[in-house]
């Protein structure tokens, strides 16, 4: 099963209206991480949170982490068009072999219209 | 700097056939990982590696084998194609096994 699950499966705003996804996740980790996803295209690192975080901003994009509920936010505020894409969230998880692997969840499909 | 570089970027297979898809990155990094995109899956670890001559399980490995023979470079190898292998293949590149990653742009591979 994965790791990260986000919250809504698919979201349909308004031009400048905010967006909340969120991410659940099932075991302890260093850092959270989200990533969007062009259609057609890979993925794109946006910002990455510690786990002793609790909040952290980049330009529009604010994320929360709630380490005792294993569960993240990314916020997305006064939403363009050109923010349509898909979003994921990806936490470290610990492999049999001792190695960290990185992980990702199910992603939330965001649709912003003009 | 191409940062992750994936060929080839579109394939057909028959079943039973084999192939190899081929990753490579210019940034120096350790960790490469080998990922496949289904629709309402997201995204599923295949096989990683920590390093030169190192390589682990994902999630997803049956039927996929890996070599990372030079630290640039990481390979993905199907034996004997079968249809549920049909999916979106990234490689991504980073320097730890928890920081940020590094996407190529995708492959995507049709088994017939």
């Known amino acids: ?114 | 700097n191409a940062g992750v570089t994936q060929t080839p970027k579109f394939r057909v297979l028959k079943t039973g056939q084999s192939m190899t898809l081929l990753c490579a990155q210019d940034m120096n990094h350790e960790y490469m990982y080998w990922y496949r995109q289904d629709p309402g899956m997201g995204l599923r670890l295949i096989h990683y590696s920590v390093g030169e001559g190192t390589t682990a399980k994902g999630e997803v490995p049956d039927g996929y084998n890996v070599s990372r023979l030079k630290k640039q470079n990481f390979l993905l190898g199907l034996e004997s194609a079968a249809p549920s292998q049909t999916s979106v293949y990234f490689c991504a590149s980073g320097g730890t096994g928890y920081e940020k990653l590094f996407f190529g742009s995708g492959t995507q591979l049709s088994v017939l």
């Open chain 1, 1 to 114: 099963s994965q790791q990260g699950e986000e919250d809504p499966q698919a979201l349909s705003i308004q031009e400048g209206e905010n967006a909340t996804m969120n991410c659940s996740y099932k075991t302890s980790i260093n850092n959270l991480q989200w990533y969007r996803q062009n259609s057609g295209r890979g993925l794109v690192h946006l910002i990455l949170i510690r786990s002793n975080e609790r909040e952290k901003h980049s330009g529009r994009l604010r994320v929360t982490l709630d380490t005792s509920k294993k569960s993240s936010s990314l916020l997305i505020t006064a939403s363009r068009a050109a923010d349509t894409a898909s979003y994921f969230c990806a936490t470290d998880v610990l492999g049999n072999t001792g190695f960290q692997k990185l992980v990702f969840g199910t992603g939330t499909r965001l649709l912003v219209s003009p």
